[in-house]
Structure formats: C-alpha cells, structure tokens
C-alpha cells in the first residue's frame, strides 16, 4: 500500500472514527427510501386507514462512477439513470398491506426513454412494532457488506423477488432475505442468493456486534447446464463508539472496528476453496446543521484472496485500503441530494468512485376508493 494512504488510515482509526454497514462503495447516508441508501426497517404500516387506498412514489436519480484502471481484467464502470417505483397501497389491516405497481428504470444516454418496467407485488406484515415481513418485491436496501453483496447491484438489476424479514428496533438491527434471480429451465440452472445482516446495539449503543453472510448458489436437477456451484460469504466482528463527545452536538457518532471476513466456493466437480482475511474500519458521522449530515470513514482489508461471487471484486486482492467522504442536504421533508468520493488502493494502483444521487419520495391520499 502506499505510504500516503497507510498514514491517512492511521491517523483515521487513531482518533476513533466508525465502521459504517458497507463498503467501497457510496456510503450512502439516505436511509428513507427503498430504492437509494441503506436502511433497517420498511414504511409505517400506520400510515394507510384500514381498507382504504394510498399511491406511493418514490424517485431516485443517481450518478455512480467507478474508475478502476491497470487492476488487471477489472473495469471501471459508470451507472447513471433513474429508478421509480410507483405503487397502490391497500391497508388489510392495521398491520398488513399490499402494494401493487411497476418499477421504471432509464438509463441516461440512451434512444429510449424507458429503457426496463418490472411488476412490484409485496405483501408487508408488521407482527410486532418496527419488525415487518414482507414477500414478494423486496426492499433492495441491504445493509450487508459491500464485500459480500456489491452495492451495484441495485443499478443492474430493477427488483428482487422472494422473501425478506426486516427488523428496526434500538437494539436490533436486522435484514434477512432469499432473492430468487434466475428459474431453472432446459437451458438455465436456477439462481438465488441467502442474505442475512445483523447488528446488536448495546450499552446505550457504545458497542455494536455484527454477524454477516451471503449464499449464492447455482444448480438445479432439470437444467441442461449441469452447472453446480456454491459460494458462502460471511463477516463478523464488532465496534466501539461514542455519541457527541465532549458535549459536540454535531457529532453524531464516532466508532472504530474489527471484523473478519472468510468465504468458501466450490462446484460440482472441484472441492471446496476457503480464505478470509480481517479489516480494521473507522467512521465519523456529523450533522453541523439540521439540513446537512457527513460522513468521514477509512479501512484497510488485509486478506488472501477472498471469493465472493456478489461481492466488491476488489476484496479478492491481498491489500486494499479506502479514505472518502459522502454529505447529504436534505431539502424539505422529502427530497434528498447526496455527493461523495471514495479513494481506493487495490493491487499496488490508486483508484477513485464517486456518487451524485438525488432521492424523493411522497404517499398521496385516494380517498374514495375503498375495498367492497
């Protein structure tokens, strides 16, 4: 690593910064949108009157830009478009609803206008305050490692299908989920992937433990692939923080990290190939007004070649350290703009990503219309 960027991650984790959720990635501070962010929980199922109909539209524009030059057969990529999703919410009960619609996507640059349009169909239950399961179209705001789950994901791929528990509470963190991406046919073998993201948060929040890990299988018994293969990641570790130190109301929240990292790949004609590594995190969470939040983070990953087959690429090489920034400006109750950077050292080369992304989102009342 060079001399630079070991120093400035010194001097980052010496002063007691945090780890946040992800990694090598936007560090996105949005947390009130399915499309845009990282978030626990789901929407209020309070908000809609029993019986009766609400549409919900959210949008998100975002601008992603990855430089990754001389990292072998590693490209750099730019993601830059919009997604919307807009949907009918129909309250069953006080705790359950449906929520029917599309997913519009575009992709700036190109001749049409909508470039994807993918069904939305989710039934949400909240059994118990701030806990919800939902099926169907997921919430795709994982807060799981970038090294596990690569969060350009999100840009490539409209929707997830399939199942998801999701838990917000002061002390509880939690996103478990199944996404089903491909169905098995003649030619296909089926694919899907087992997330599961958990975080406790105790002492008043002055320690947080988390255990992370993804399973990403390919396979099936009718396809004509004969393709086989299994690829376990997990993450787990822990962190130690502080609130407003020295009575600094404007720091929201400083905290530094430990976590390993291991994974396991086979398939059908090859055994199983293990490594792991560990990464020491730091992150500075700032609110310096009522409109503004910022965050400032480090970490430096030291491994032997992890294989992820959803995760950061750049996790699969022995060094890799990371410095950046992100700020959100909120604008009203509803409308967010967020911009920042991230500098990257990866197989002895300085890389850079940054992200621009502008996020609204509204529920507006049908009134009339009510189920018979």
Not at 93 to 96: E, F, H, I, M, R
């Given at each position: 690593?060079k001399?630079?960027?070991?120093k400035?991650l010194?001097?980052v984790?010496s002063v007691?910064?945090?780890?946040c959720a992800v990694?090598?990635?936007?560090f996105?501070?949005?947390?009130?949108?399915t499309?845009?962010?990282q978030?626990?929980?789901?929407e209020?199922?309070s908000g809609?009157?029993?019986?009766?109909?609400?549409?919900v539209?959210e949008?998100g524009?975002?601008f992603?830009?990855l430089e990754?030059?001389?990292?072998?057969?590693?490209?750099?990529?730019?993601?830059?478009g919009?997604?919307?999703?807009?949907?009918?919410?129909y309250?069953a009960?006080?705790?359950?609803s449906v929520?029917?619609g599309?997913?519009?996507g575009?992709?700036?640059g190109?001749d049409?206008?909508i470039?994807e349009?993918?069904?939305?169909?989710?039934?949400?239950?909240?059994?118990?305050d701030?806990?919800?399961?939902?099926g169907?179209?997921l919430?795709?705001?994982h807060?799981?490692?970038d090294?596990?789950?690569?969060?350009?994901?999100?840009?490539?791929?409209?929707t997830?299908q399939g199942f998801?528990?999701r838990?917000d509470r002061?002390?509880?963190k939690?996103?478990?989920?199944?996404?089903?991406r491909?169905?098995?046919?003649?030619?296909?073998?089926e694919?899907?992937?087992i997330g599961?993201?958990s975080?406790l948060?105790l002492l008043?929040?002055?320690?947080?433990?988390?255990?992370q890990?993804l399973?990403?299988?390919a396979g099936?018994?009718?396809?004509?692939?004969r393709?086989?293969d299994?690829n376990?990641?997990g993450r787990?570790?822990g962190?130690v923080g502080?609130?407003?130190?020295g009575?600094?109301?404007w720091?929201?929240?400083?905290?530094?990290?430990?976590h390993?990292?291991g994974?396991?790949f086979?398939?059908k004609?090859?055994?199983s190939?293990?490594s792991?590594g560990?990464?020491?995190k730091?992150?500075?969470?700032l609110?310096?007004?009522?409109?503004?939040?910022?965050r400032?983070h480090?970490?430096?990953y030291?491994?032997?070649?992890?294989?992820a087959?959803?995760g950061?690429?750049?996790?699969g090489?022995?060094?890799?350290?990371?410095?950046g920034?992100?700020?959100?400006?909120?604008?009203?109750?509803?409308v967010?703009?967020?911009?920042g950077?991230?500098?990257?050292q990866?197989?002895?080369?300085?890389?850079w990503?940054?992200?621009?992304?502008l996020s609204w989102?509204?529920?507006?009342?049908?009134?009339?219309?009510?189920a018979r």
């Open positions: 690593m001399s630079w960027m070991k400035v010194f001097f984790s007691g910064l945090a780890p990694t090598a990635e936007d996105s501070l949005i947390d009130n949108s499309v845009l962010g978030n626990y929980g789901f209020d199922q809609t009157p029993t019986g009766e109909v609400d549409l539209v949008t524009v975002f992603k830009n990754l030059i001389d990292l072998g057969e590693l490209d750099g990529e730019t993601f830059f919009a997604i919307l999703p807009i949907r009918a919410r309250a009960s006080d705790t359950v929520e029917l599309a997913v519009l575009q992709n700036f190109d049409d206008s470039d349009i993918e069904p939305l169909i989710r039934i949400v239950a909240e059994p118990s701030n806990m919800f399961i939902i169907g179209t919430a795709q705001t807060w799981i490692h090294a596990l789950l690569d969060d350009t994901a999100r840009y490539r791929d409209l997830e998801q528990f838990v002061t002390a509880w939690q996103d478990t989920w199944i996404n089903w491909i169905r098995e046919g003649e030619i296909d073998a694919e899907f992937e599961n993201a975080q948060r008043d929040d002055l320690v947080r433990l988390d255990a890990v399973w990403s299988h099936g018994q009718i396809s004509e692939s393709r086989v299994d376990f990641v787990v570790g962190s502080v609130a407003q130190p009575g600094l109301s720091i929201d929240d400083l905290r530094l990290g430990v390993g990292l994974s396991s086979s398939t004609d090859t055994s190939v293990t792991g560990f990464e020491v730091a992150q500075a969470d609110a310096p007004n009522d409109a503004t939040r910022l400032v480090g970490s430096y030291s491994g032997d070649g992890l294989i087959e959803r950061d690429p750049l996790y090489f022995d060094e890799y350290g990371q410095v920034a992100s700020a959100v400006w909120s604008l009203g109750e509803s967010q703009i967020e911009a950077g991230v500098a990257q990866a197989g002895d080369e300085l890389n990503s940054a992200l621009i992304s989102g509204a529920t507006f009342d049908l009134g009339g219309i009510r």
